[in-house]
Structures are given as structure tokens and as C-alpha cells.
Nanobody
Framework: QVQLVESGGGLVQAGGSLRLSCAASGRTFSSSSMGWFRQAPGKEREFVAALSWSTTNTYYADSVKGRFTISRDNAKNTVYLQMNSLKPEDTAVYYC???????????????????WGQGTQVTVSS
């Protein structure tokens, strides 16, 4: 069982930066591939970024490529999402998700993640 708690959200002006953190409990964190998703009001949840358990591979949505960076610190059981050059359209609730180790994983599909955090609000003002 993995429990995820996001933090770091807030209100920022366009062009600013935020770093989201996702603290995980459970012994399997280092073997879990991780992802960040977001959901804006009235819209479906969408993929933002993902990182394989080995940290070899990273994946980004086209809308955030070059601005966002996903990383992890297995010693701290934490995954991060560094968000730079934020835009008003980045406003959403951001969710951290973990894949069950050993199970199939499609980075961009929310259905391949078993564990989810409660979300953290990011608001970018223009």
C-alpha cells in the first residue's frame, strides 16, 4: 500500500515558478513509476509528467515540455514537479500518482496508476 500527499501548490503570477512535492509512504516507492496529472474545472484529468521507477525515462505532455521537470528522491520517498514559466492555463488541481510495482504501466494513462494523492491547487494569475 502506498499513500501519497502532495504539497507546494498556491497562487503565482504568470511567468512564475512553483515546485510541487509528493511524499509517499510505503516500502515500494522506489520501485513505483510515478506520474503527475492535473484537472481544471469542467475538464477531464490530463497527464502532465511521468518518471519511471528507474528514473531512466521521463515523459511530458506537449503543453508543459520545456517548462516542467519531474524528478524523484528515493531516499526521501518524494517525487517533485518543478514548474517554471507558468501560464494561466496551467491552473488546475495537480495530482500525484503511483504505479503498482511490476504491473503494466502506460505513463500517460491514469488507469495504470493504482495510488493517488488528494491533490494540490495551483492557480496562475495573468
Amino acid at each position: 500500500q502506498v499513500q501519497l500527499v502532495e504539497s507546494g501548490g498556491g497562487l503565482v503570477q504568470a511567468g512564475g515558478s512553483l515546485r510541487l512535492s509528493c511524499a509517499a509512504s510505503g516500502r515500494t516507492f522506489s520501485s513505483s513509476s510515478m506520474g503527475w496529472f492535473r484537472q481544471a474545472p469542467g475538464k477531464e484529468r490530463e497527464f502532465v509528467a511521468a518518471l519511471s521507477w528507474s528514473t531512466t525515462n521521463t515523459y511530458y505532455a506537449d503543453s508543459v515540455k520545456g517548462r516542467f521537470t519531474i524528478s524523484r528522491d528515493n531516499a526521501k520517498n518524494t517525487v517533485y514537479l518543478q514548474m517554471n514559466s507558468l501560464k494561466p492555463e496551467d491552473t488546475a488541481v495537480y495530482y500525484c500518482a503511483a504505479n503498482r510495482p511490476g504491473s503494466n504501466w502506460s505513463p500517460q494513462s491514469p488507469y495504470t496508476y493504482e495510488y493517488w494523492g488528494q491533490g494540490t491547487q495551483v492557480t496562475v494569475s495573468s
